[in-house]
């Protein structure tokens, strides 16, 4: 175009007209396409304008809309939370700044929890009407809390029901400050104003505190209103069925309103803590019997009066009231406050010990033990006493709850009245929130009370028992007891401990130590060897010749034999003295060379000896207590110490440790750490108090350790003694300041020194301490002479009390001593040897002085009272008064001197200085008295393991005639205490002789008279007369508390009449003899069975109970004696209770507890049998006989056990399923599939059988093994150990005998194999129950076969090995159904075919 040509020049090529036409319409249709573009978009920017306006119109009118339904579902969820009904933060803000104990807080977060999960279900259900997001839902749900319990309450609080509920019912944060105010001030003002509330209008206003009413309707029409309004949602739809409509409680539509009042009412912590306080002053405690305690707890049992208790106040079990207290005080003047504080603390105590021994009674499954408020009338039933009745009739709706319900009637009822309609609502909500709610949650909290009250009560009579322990001094040999300890120390002298024991193939050892515990020698009495021999005594004279010990202290652990070995090694120790005593001494017999003879013969064994040495030795004899030495020749230490020694010759040096020192031992006890890194863990194995095993052990741990560190710093540490010996080394580890980490360290930096300390002041200068350490730990370090330290001069402060800053820093103590000796101002600055002589001038003084006063007080005694002066009682600190001293130090005036201290600014220092001048005279004294020999009662249980408890007069025990004599026949009794039955007490009647009623060897069942513990002796009586005295005639025995004064005694005297009448009944079937010449013996009576004319009473083939006084016979069931050893628990395990068979008259079944909860039966043959309720002469099991019920558990029980324990202590042993050691075995396979592999476990189907489970190839298998007294049986064989029957196992793992040839005729018979072993093939299921029959492991039999009645012994046979060929008889006769294979080898007599 134009503008073209213009711009590039005129084109030579002109374009033609077509062209250009063609152009311009192209540009015309190109306009009128824009124009209609621009057409529309201006046409669509109008409606999109008109349709944002409609939008905001409508956005407008919607928020309006929503506006007005959102203040109304907040209004409704306002009023559902009821926030002030429940709230209000000022006045709990208050309340919790108020408290101090712990369960006062958590009731504050228990209510808030609870409102708190009312409130969320409130906003759920407000949400999901509202239209919110699920994942906000699902989120809440996420957060709901856990506690399942409270499901019906956020159900009914989401449906409105809490805002119904206060219409007519006082909010319980206001119910809980009128009862608080009410229940502690006596008085509720109605015009009280609550914090934060002054400037409020209804400030003040009574009406707030007044419970709301609905006027002019019943309840009944009230909730009918809301109902039909819809307000008030029904839980639960209507049914037809007729318990429904008959059923009150059910359509009642203000249950859920009560149920949440209730629930709310419960958890207010106010009233919580207001209504606890009530219950602790209310509730009582009450035991009952069980029948297992029935059974057994008798006038001589330990539970006995705590078996009867009946509503004792459980207050007296807690420290009294503080407001109480304190009355009681106002009263009383100083002296008689101490004595009412030390009365109550006492109360308390035996209250809480109390509260153990019935914890352990409940734990053994003999008592059971109740808290509950006194009951409504009686709860016994019509035919059966309190203590029977069933726990039905002991519900806490039979409980008073009078005090509790008119405490919240006063606060929670209208102070106006109301009509009886609605205060029976109200009186219902408060009986729903005591009974369901209150009352159980305080019947948990007080008896967790009065076990952490006992508990801490218990942990400190435990501690306070191993305190006596610690400060137990060391032995002091008999002939040190006539001087004073003060005067004359006791020192470290040489000491031999021995230790015997009961089993005659147990040597008897003894040790020697030296003064520092360090073994020297030692001596090995083979076992079965009396002293007595002429071999063995030399040997024994020699050994004591060449150790000249000052005592010879015997170990008490193997019991009454211990005191034949002191007598027999008295007599050996009187020869050995005499010989060195006069050993250069010539006999009047004895020539000059055999007296030369003789001297170098003695010169050559004590070639260490000067013939110059007149010493006088002097050696005694003693029996000591060994439980600890026992607990070290087992322990750890003990291989670690001595890898190669004896465990017996442990014993023996460790009782001489003991000896020595106490403490140390105890110390060192505590240092060996367990496998968790835990110190001090041996001691719980100490039998230090009766009660320990229910005490928690790191209370216990924590308390020990305190004693510990407290008597070690009261005696103090030897610093090099316990740097160089392991056994005296954890000493160090309770010093105050030191620790188990830096005692340690300490011992290595003195041995890299060279193993000993000189001075209390090179520990600073050597850097064996750091500064902090030294201060607060160098007073209780003390440093003795030692053989060392001859040549250097000593510090004599270095082994006192005194801390270094008194001696070295301000020098005070010197500064005493040089007033004290007049010797200048000048002195106290003079040279450190010259301060040390004056020191040691000071304190030799001070001893003389002593020495003094224990002559003048004595000679004083003797002129008055003759020579009965205690000389080892004398203690200068207590017998000599402040005005009798003469010694220097005494003149000095050191009040006045530590007021010239503190005036000079240095602090008080009076004690420090009074503590120097005790030093002085007595450093570092032990405040531990010496070891006393157990005597008397001490020593009898001791040496038996019985106290005045287990053997009272009035109690029936059973022993053995060991001789018969002029006066009476001796009986050992169990655990070798000596018996004795003087001939007045064999019978009845006149006896002649012992022989005419017992002979040697019988077994006699005898009532105590007498316990003669200084004798080690019991006196017993076979007279009828005895054994008819009821247990109330016999003497309670003085170690056990009084009874209760809340003990029913009327409950007790029936029970022990009940049992009277039994035990007259067994006596009178029994008469005289159970058992022949060789069997037991009960009374004194001669007649016949049937009481005197001379003829036996007929038999008549019936099975009766029987007439048995054995503790283990039970004239019982089958399940019942079941029942009675699974409720005992483990207590049982390995017990066994017999009890008459229901087979025969002549059979009796022993119920065996082979572990928990697996009870196996044994069938036992009785013959020779006087009549159907006595116990036959002969009891007989597969063929062995037994004499008595003591020799069946002797012989055939216990033998059993031994079994048992080392089956489960077996390498092999395992304790899970079948199906999960098969499952084992599987993957074991799988891994290694060349290995062979094998376990043992429990058979699930056969109770007291192990099952023997092994893999060969792609099957596992099992053989199952019999257990009997003689060993194990299997495959026909019976090994005396499992390692046998394995190795024989190993040889023949299938187990099959050699096949025996059989004839023709029998060649259809079932072949089955001895070993039972057969192949797995169906899931055993696991039963503990004997009366359980187990499934076969045939598989699909092909007919169902008959079912075979469960035997009662339980004791199911196992199947042959391999399937079945068929049902036929051995004998080929045709299928029998129900046809049972023989039983397995071993098994017991229980199996019959």
Known sequence: DDDDDDLFGDDDDEEDEATKATKEKQKASLQSHLDTITTLLQTQSEQVARLDAAYHEAEAAAAATSRGERSNLIAALSKKLCRDKLWHYRDYNEYVSSILEYRHVMDIKGYLNLIKEGNQAIRKKASTLGGASSSKSSKDKNKRSKRFDWDLYRTCVSEGLRDICYRFVLSPFRVGIKLEETHNKNGFSYERILPGDENKPDAGEPRQWMTPKIEDANPQEFASELVGSGELVLLSTARDDADWQDNPEMNDPLKGCRYVAAMELAH???????????????????????????????????????????????????????????????????????????????????????????LKAERSGDISIHVHLPFVGDVSGNDKPWYKCELENLGRDRQDVGKFMEALERVYFPADNDTDEWNDERRKILKMALVNYLLPQFEAETRRDLKDVSTK???????????????????????????????????????????????????????????????????????????????????????????????VVVGSGAGVGCKLTARRLGEVITQATERWNNRLIQGQDEDDEDFEARMQTFRLMHSNIDDDDDEVWKCNVDIVDDNVAQLFGRSVRGKKEFPDMAVNLKVAIATARWAKDPLGELAYTWSSASDAGVFGTEMLFLNIHPLQRLLPKPMLLREYERVLCDVTASVGVDLNGACTYDHLHGLLTFVPGLGPRKANNLKQSVSRIGGVVSSRKSLLVKRLMGPIVYNNSVAFLRIRATDHLQDQLLHPLDDSRCHPDVYHRNKWAIKIAVDALELGDSASNDSEDYAITALRDVMQNSRDEIERLFNATKAEWEAHYGPTFNVGAWDPREAVPAESWRDKVEELDLETFAEMIEENGNGKWLTHLTMIKWEFRLPFEDPRKPMEPPSGENLFRLLTGESDVTLCPGKEVTGKVVKNGDFGSQVKLEGDVPGFIPLRNLADDHVEAAEDIVSVGTIVTAIITEVKMDHMCV???LKMEDFKKKSSQWGRPQSLPPLDDFFDREAAFKIDEEKEKERESRLRALRLTIGGSSGTKIGGDSHDADGGDGTQAPRTGKVTRRACAHPAFRNASHSEVDRELKEAGDAMVGEALIRPSNRSCDSLAIHWMVRPGCIKVIEVHEEDKDTDASIGKRLIIKKEVYGSIDELLGRYIAPMNDRVEEIQHHRKFTDKLEDELDTQLYDMKKANPNGVFYFICWSESYPGYISLRFIMSRTARNHTIGISPEGFAWNGKTFNNLDKLLNEFKKNPSGARTPQHRSSSNSSALSMSSSMSTSRQS???????????????????????????????????????????????????????????????????????
């Open 457 to 551: 009560v218990g942990v400190e009579a435990a501690a306070q028992t191993l305190r006596d322990m610690a400060m137990e001094g060391p032995y002091r040999p008999s002939h040190l007891l006539g001087e004073n300890r003060f005067i004359v120390p006791t020192g470290d002298v040489p000491i031999v401990g021995v230790c015997s024991s009961n089993d005659p193939k147990d040597g008897t050892f003894l040790a020697a130590v030296n003064g520092r515990g360090e073994l020297t020698d030692h001596l090995a009495i083979p076992g079965g060897t009396s002293i007595t021999s002429e071999k063995i005594r030399e040997k024994v004279i020699t050994f004591l010749m060449q150790t000249r010990p000052a005592a």
């Open 1323 to 1393: 899931t055993g299921v696991r039963t503990d129950d004997t009366s359980r029959q187990s499934r076969s492991r045939w598989g699909p039999a092909a007919m169902p076969p008959v079912p075979v009645t469960a035997s009662r012994w339980g004791n199911m046979p196992p199947p042959p090995a391999g399937p079945p060929p068929s049902f036929a008889r051995p004998d080929g006769a045709p299928p029998i159904f129900g046809y049972r294979p023989p039983p397995p080898p071993g098994a017991p007599p229980g199996f019959r075919q």
């Open 268 to 358: 207010e912590p106010r009233i919580r803590r207001v209504l606890r306080a009530i219950y602790r002053s209310e509730a009582v405690i009450t035991t009952r019997p069980t029948s297992k305690g029935l059974g057994i707890i008798d006038g001589f049992h330990e539970y006995y009066g705590l078996h009867l208790l009946r509503n004792k106040p459980v207050k007296e079990h807690f420290p009294m009231d503080a407001a109480e207290l304190e009355k009681r005080r106002a009263r009383l003047n100083a002296e008689e406050v101490k004595e009412l504080d030390a009365e109550l603390k006492l109360k308390e105590t035996n209250s809480c010990i109390q509260y153990l021994n019935m």
């Open 1019 to 1021: 006196d017993l009586s």
